[in-house]
């Protein structure tokens, strides 16, 4: 455990981080240099969380430039007429007014003798260390570590030491429960009632603004007993004050124990009680208790996930460490009723909504990992049909259209315009809501994965029944006669560049993918065939799906060929930024060979086993010139489709960039929340992508192309019932299974009970269980 106010408050020498290191050395993440343009990445890079709580890393003393944050995952409110539902910015709880000697302390004054921040992905615990000279020339040793418990929901805890050195000193520390906090000035809660219990535990209740959830934020400060306390109330910050007078090399602590409970689907007047109870056991725990269980939670967590990487760039188990620790921050597994959002509980970025980004690039991560987890994803959708059914209803269509961005009612939620213009005073009207109705496809491919991987039958008995009859009804209604054939009109495909047109391949490939799915599934089910078999037969006949040309390039759409190219060298090497629309229109981009990220290639990385390696390839090789990559969902599916087609160097750029999407070097390219698709994304790239991992007609394939960087994969994964381990290196792969399993290594069958190893490369193997596969 990092203690602060051992050695003097320094926290270098913690328990906590041995036991990180031993661990694993690399499973760190550090702030070596105090730089205000970074604080809000690194608030949002070393954000604590675990799916229910997500608190941003903001530093305890306020800065102008960095935002604060704090979410519930599931409490969505709107602020009021022409405002879009967001998940609300909690009241701040990491905030602390801190005065040395008379001197407010804050890193942009006085002098910086020595910083460093370190995340431990291991334990969830960010520490931070400052050496600081007052412009009065005393130094201080302020030393601070946090957590979100992995053990119990509302939890957050964080300890403070301030060590005096040359001399007497005054150390005043003022922090609570401050509720000033908005997202970005938009308030969505009212305050109800502000307490102070037994002159220790803080508690205020919050409703928001259309009375529909409550919030109750609780925290009790213990401070070294020398210390004195006393409480305020005023302008929605409820504080405790402390202060002590410490002599030279003495420490001033403080240990923050905080609780926060939601009711995100009603008011809940009992709900204070039960988390004041929470919290008083939780602070007669205390710190080092707290963070032991909720490390050994976590621990157990890693065990079932994690993804090991031998590899010349150490920087490579860094990232999978990093996507690990933030797909387990992001994920809420204790509700159902609330799915992963785009910028998981790091930030306010996207407003909180949930995406086709959590079926296509998360939820492949929790089916191998933690089926269930899966399972509830998909229980998300399937809970908000109603709304999907409204939506495709209001469209003049039948079935399900899922709102292309989701929060908890299942309505749709995307803003109905974007940026404005501010010469003109116009607003560009935002198109996805309208048209990008490829989402429908991905919750139907998504359940496919999930029954593939489980076998789950009840699930797709009832659940899955409904998802894939519904998306498919969906796509029945969508099509249009167009002399004899059925076409798919105004869509976009998820280039977002490219919008309003007919026919694009991965919308229609995955839409006939969705209804060959339902017809499949009631055959299976055994449901008599009726007039929607009928016309699920009808419409996989007549479907038209856009061909390749005799080069093996499928088309993006209709009339994407006959478009003009533009040279992106400018635009591709700030990739993620969209500098294109600076100096073109939308509506100009629209008329040019431009994509914003993976479209066709994305249909080549969705049904691997519809297009063999050659149009793969082909298809790379035209599409990723044109290809700006302004998504952070693009350059890692590349990779995967690269690695398919043996392109292992290509695969490895192309991986390590996605990578570098939040763990770059770019200021400001993370600020308003972690890019959660990507960190999904760093995962299927190892798993998918240079593991080989695919499924083919319901089999499970393993097809290995290491990038020349690494020397050993090894990670665990689901199926069917089966826990496997992989360990894949240049020359061999070992399979451990608990129980019997068929799998396909380079498209040969093998079964494997307990453990095999099968040799990969052409040299002999030495292993005397080896069997050669090549
Ligand atoms: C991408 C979408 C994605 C969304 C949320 C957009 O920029 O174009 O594909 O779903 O971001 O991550």
Redesign the pocket.
């Known amino acids: 455990m990092a203690d602060p106010a051992a050695g003097g408050g320094h926290l270098s020498g913690g328990r906590n981080r041995e036991v990180c290191r031993a661990m694993n050395p690399l499973t760190t993440l550090v702030e070596a240099r105090f730089d205000p343009h970074y604080h809000n990445k690194y608030a949002t890079l070393m954000a604590a969380g675990n799916g229910a709580l997500g608190v941003r890393a903001t530093h305890e003393e306020a800065y102008a430039t960095q935002t604060r944050g704090m979410f519930f995952a599931g409490l969505y409110h709107r602020a009021g007429e022409g405002e879009t539902t967001e998940l609300v910015n909690l009241p701040d709880l990491v905030g602390m007014d801190i005065e040395l000697n008379g001197e407010i302390f804050s890193l942009l004054g006085g002098e910086i003798l020595r910083y460093r921040r370190e995340l431990c992905f291991a334990s969830g615990e960010l520490a931070r260390i400052v050496e600081w000279r007052s412009a009065q020339g005393q130094r201080f040793t302020i030393a601070s570590t946090r957590f979100v418990s992995a053990a119990r929901r509302g939890l957050f805890c964080l300890r403070l030491a301030i060590t005096a050195h040359d001399g007497a000193a005054t150390v005043r520390v003022a922090t609570g429960i401050d509720a000033t906090q908005t997202n970005s000035g938009r308030q969505h809660l009212a305050e109800r009632e502000l307490r102070v219990f037994d002159n220790c535990y803080l508690q205020g209740r919050y409703r928001t603004l259309d009375n529909a959830s409550d919030v109750t934020l609780g925290c009790a400060c213990r401070v070294s007993p020398q210390a004195q306390v006393s409480f305020s109330a005023k302008n929605r910050r409820l504080l405790q004050h402390s202060q002590q007078t410490l002599a030279t090399g003495e420490c001033f602590t403080l240990e923050k124990c905080a609780w926060v409970s939601a009711s995100p689907d009603a008011p809940d007047d009992g709900a204070a009680s039960v988390a004041l109870r929470a919290l008083r056991e939780c602070a007669t725990v205390g710190y080092d208790a707290l963070l032991a269980e909720s490390s050994e939670a976590r621990r157990v967590w890693w065990r079932h996930a994690r993804v090991e990487v031998d590899s010349e760039n150490e920087a490579d188990q860094q990232a999978l460490d990093f996507a690990l620790y933030h797909l387990h921050a992001m994920t809420p597994r204790h509700d159902e009723r609330s799915s992963i959002a785009?910028k998981g509980l790091t930030g306010e970025g996207?407003k909180g909504h949930v995406?086709?980004?959590t079926e296509v690039f998360l939820l492949p991560f929790h089916l191998h990992t933690a089926p269930s987890v899966a399972r509830q994803l998909l229980r998300y959708r399937w809970l908000n049909l109603t709304g999907a059914k409204r939506k495709a209803a209001r469209g003049g269509w039948q079935g399900a259209l899922f709102p292309w961005e989701s929060a908890r009612s299942g309505e749709e939620e995307t803003p109905e315009f974007a940026a404005i213009n501010i010469r003109t005073g116009q607003r560009q009207k935002v198109a996805s809501a309208l048209a990008e109705h490829h989402l429908v496809a991905d919750i139907a491919w998504a359940v496919a994965t999930y029954w593939q991987a489980t076998g789950d039958d009840a699930f797709m008995a009832k659940e899955g029944r409904a998802l894939l009859e519904d998306t498919a009804r969906f796509w029945l209604s969508r099509a249009q006669d167009v002399n004899g054939r059925l076409e798919l009109h105004d869509v976009i495909g998820?280039d977002?560049y490219t919008e309003h047109i007919n026919n694009n391949a991965y919308t229609s490939y995955l839409a006939h993918y969705n209804v060959a799915l339902a017809r499949e599934n009631h055959r299976r089910l055994g449901v008599p065939d009726d007039a929607f078999t009928a016309q699920c037969e009808d419409f996989l006949a007549r479907l038209y799906l856009p061909v390749a040309r005799a080069d093996g390039v499928i088309p993006q759409d209709d009339t994407f060929f006959s478009k003009p190219t533009i040279d992106l060298t400018r635009y591709r090497a700030s990739a993620g930024s969209q500098s294109v629309l600076l100096d073109y229109s939308r509506a100009e981009v629209n008329e040019m060979q431009i994509l914003?990220?993976a479209d066709v290639v994305m249909l080549l990385y969705m049904l691997p086993w519809r297009f063999d390696n050659a149009t793969a390839a082909a298809n790379l090789d035209y599409y990723e010139p044109r290809t700006i990559h302004d998504?952070?969902?693009s350059k890692a599916i590349h990779g995967i489709v690269a690695a398919r087609c043996g392109r292992r160097d290509e695969a490895y750029r192309f991986w390590r960039a996605g990578c570098d999407i939040d763990l770059g070097d770019a200021p400001h390219s993370s600020d308003d929340g972690i890019h959660a698709?990507a960190t999904g994304a760093i995962w299927l790239g190892a798993v998918q992508g240079f593991a080989g991992i695919s499924v083919k007609a319901g089999e499970l394939h393993v097809t290995p192309s290491l990038p020349q960087q690494w020397r050993r994969l090894a990670f665990p994964f689901c199926w069917q019932g089966r826990q496997l381990h992989l360990v894949i290196t240049h020359d061999a792969l070992t399979v451990r299974s608990d129980g019997a399993v068929r799998l396909f290594i380079n498209d040969t069958a093998v079964d494997v009970e307990g453990e095999r190893t099968f040799c990969l490369s052409a040299d002999v193997c030495k292993e005397a269980t080896c069997n050669r596969m090549q």
């Open positions: 785009a996207y995406f086709w980004d998820p977002e914003k990220q998504s952070s969902l698709a």
